[in-house]
């Protein structure tokens, strides 16, 4: 007798089988949704060109993919997060924003600083992005089917195409053994809407900083399509200032696509630094940054 939970109902699915060739009306073109940042140059497109293999700047992130932003506090996930929708709405792409942890209030305030110092024209952020405040709601933190529904209503009230969740660690906080099933049903929801989207995961203190695990293990690592670590190095002790030649009691901001499965990339850890008014510059690689630095010592 077999397990019935293991083996259901049995039987065939003839509509999930499909010929190579009829995938290629439903399969999305590779290219890229520009943050504005460095990272658009640092994933890449393939092209065989006169039988010699080209790699091409995407541009972006990839198209449809959903990503994870993973990293400890202070480390410039949000501020990442809302450079990317304040270059997007100002362009004229519709966005929605869901906050999970900064009421809403606050957010208009950033994003107005943002957008006058990023030189895009506020009144079109304003028209183009939707905020989801579910920091002041409890129940669409913690009723699935609502927080997915509203976010469904949102995407569609806009015609949204690009989506931010953060973060997603707020939607199972206190049960984290239900990370799996949150992650899965919001990615989900996601790609059934066809929208290229950014979810932030929060790491705990048990973990180390330079890896995707976070709140809920590597749930959401595995699951989404791509994870960019966001790192902070404190030069706590004459060794580390001397390996990365940078004084005592500095900080030390690097980035790091960790993995796509969209789209091929670059691997190296990259510095950056957050500008005194809170953008986010990405500089060269970590290697050539010690490597210039060596050099001037
Ligand atoms: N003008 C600014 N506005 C906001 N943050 C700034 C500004 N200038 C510098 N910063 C720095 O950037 C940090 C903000 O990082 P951010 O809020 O993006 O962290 P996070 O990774 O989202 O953290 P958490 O996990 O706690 O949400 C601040 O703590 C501050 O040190
Ligand atoms: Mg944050």
Redesign the pocket.
Known sequence: MEDRELFGDGGVQENVVHNLKELKRSAPELYGIPTGMKLDEMFYKIEVEDGKIKKRALGGIPYLSIMNVV??????????AQQFSVYQSGRGYPVVFCTV?TPANFLYT?FKQKASIMGMDFEKVEENTLVVDASSSWSLRNNLRSFLDTLEYAVKKKDAKIVVI??ITGLYENKEMMARQVVREVYNTLKKMKVTAIL?S?KRSGHQADTPEAAGGLAVAHILDGTII?NKIIIASPSVARTYHMPLGSVLRTLRIDGCRMAAHDSDEHVFE?????LIEIKERLSEFIAKREEKD
């Open positions: 990293g400890q506090p202070d480390t410039g996930k949000s501020l990442f942890e950033q953060d973060s932030i929060q966001f957050i500008t005194e008014e809170g």
